[in-house]
């Protein structure tokens, strides 16, 4: 099928006011907080004291990192801590799953460092027969109650390649029957399928969802507004980290890099604050859009596009920014929006059209597609409606995007958003710009010996 018929104008649709309508409702605090009362509640008709389900994946990397809070977490709040042992999660869940676990090792280091946690700076992919192992450690340390004593301790074997210590403590569990390790899998995956997610190195609070360590802070706010801090006055344990510019004295600043999709809600969430950042430090911001995931042949499955829209709203909200009237720009949205970008750039109009472009179809609930929409949004970046037809007729965009693709695949990362700067590792994440701008002040005093983090070799 002609890709010029996929840019022709569509009119305003009843699709694009029931999809707005329906985003904004399912992202209110409002509902959000019936939700919360509601299954608060139902726990407390059921006489259960308040329970954190974890869910921890054996060769995650994020998961070594949250099952090392465990403790403190047990510790600072008055809940119970209910651990499952899960498989890692479906190919479609998991896109470009090499990349991902090559990326989780080294975003895990950095993170580890920053949050005064371990992980081996130089850690290796474990191979399926160390991992089978640390899964019978677990599985036994789960029957037996002794969970967040003993992770920690084996993940750092699995991290970082012990394979003696490994070995040794899988040979003290070797009671277990493998048959029934594989039971404690599929009983923790079934679990999770149950309350809605698909990931490892996930809590569960009460209908809720956080991602690791990156979201336990949300945790920790919800578990102190229920009134379960035993430390009120005293700071979260895993606050959200966030850049603090200070530009340093030094050489030129370098380009930054960011790889972005139309259709990336964590997209709109981190363009406005690294235009902000790059400013900060006199920076100049190179854009590198890229086609969505599901236009570029990855699946996104509805689990994981749910929850993705309910973790940026906590963000957003965080952040000071609109989020939840949302129009998807999947299909025609994105390429009128990527063809009217590859004209806006040259003309010094591309961040602004950006910028607007994803806070129109996330926060805004104006559709792309339609040309009411595009044309609104191109004209308040300073685009006349000439240059946006113009743009519209011109497929070149097409190459533009397709050489930035194959650029993030050679950066080792496959989704949006993704940045990096003067050539060093890329990032992937809206909660990674404390990384970026520990880079761009690396490579701003290269002669102080400065280490991101601390990390060096």
Not at 219 to 233: F, I, N, P, T
Request: charge should be neutral; include cysteine.
């Amino acid at each position: 099928m002609s890709s010029t018929r996929h840019l022709e104008a569509r009119p305003l649709s009843l699709r694009t006011v029931l999809m707005r309508g329906v985003t904004a409702a399912l992202t209110s605090p409002a509902r959000r907080k019936l939700a919360r009362d509601l299954a608060a509640m139902r726990a407390k008709l059921r006489g259960e004291k308040p329970t954190v389900r974890y869910f921890h994946q054996a060769d995650d990397p994020y998961s070594h990192l949250a099952a090392q809070m465990l403790p403190r977490l047990r510790a600072r709040y008055d809940v119970e801590i209910a651990a499952w042992l899960v498989p890692p999660p479906q190919d479609s869940a998991a896109p470009d799953r090499e990349r991902l676990r090559d990326y989780g090792l080294r975003d895990a280091a950095r993170l580890a460092c920053a949050r005064g946690l371990g992980f081996p700076a130089k850690a290796a992919l474990p191979d399926p027969e160390a991992v089978r192992r640390l899964e019978v450690v677990l599985a036994d340390a789960l029957e037996r109650g002794r969970f967040e004593e003993v992770a920690s301790a084996a993940g750092a074997a699995l991290w970082s390649g012990d394979a003696r210590t490994l070995a040794g403590m899988a040979a003290w569990a070797s009671g277990q029957d493998p048959r029934q390790v594989d039971d404690i899998l599929i009983a923790g995956q079934m679990q999770r399928v149950r309350l809605g997610h698909y990931l490892g190195g996930m809590f569960h609070f009460e209908d809720e969802w956080f991602w690791g360590v990156d979201r336990l802070g949300w945790l920790e706010r919800r578990l102190a507004d229920r009134g379960l801090d035993r430390e009120a006055a005293a700071p979260p344990l895993a606050p959200a980290l966030e850049p603090t510019p200070s530009p340093p004295l030094g050489l030129a600043a370098p380009t930054i890099e960011l790889w972005f999709s139309f259709r990336s809600p964590y997209s709109w969430l981190v363009l406005p604050r690294i235009r902000q950042l790059a400013q900060a430090y006199g920076a100049k911001l190179e854009l590198r859009p890229i086609l969505p995931m599901v236009m570029r042949g990855l699946a996104v499955p509805r689990v994981k596009t749910l929850y993705i829209a309910l973790d940026c709203k906590r963000e957003a909200e965080r952040l000071g920014l609109r989020f939840g009237k949302i129009v998807d720009p999947v299909g025609a949205g994105a390429e009128r929006a990527l063809a009217v970008l590859h004209h806006a750039i040259p003309l010094g109009l591309g961040e602004d059209f950006a910028e607007l472009g994803l806070k129109a179809a996330f926060a805004d609930g104006i559709a792309l597609a339609e040309d009411a929409g595009l044309h609104a949004v191109a004209r308040r970046a300073g685009l006349t409606d000439a240059q946006v037809s113009a743009a519209l007729a011109d497929e070149s965009w097409r190459d533009r995007v397709e050489t930035n693709r194959a650029a993030l695949l050679d950066a080792g990362l496959w989704g949006a958003p993704s940045f990096r700067v003067s050539g060093q590792p890329a990032h992937w994440g809206q909660d990674r710009l404390w990384m970026l701008e520990d880079d761009i002040r690396a490579a701003m005093e290269p002669m102080r010996g400065y280490a991101p983090n601390g990390l060096s070799g």
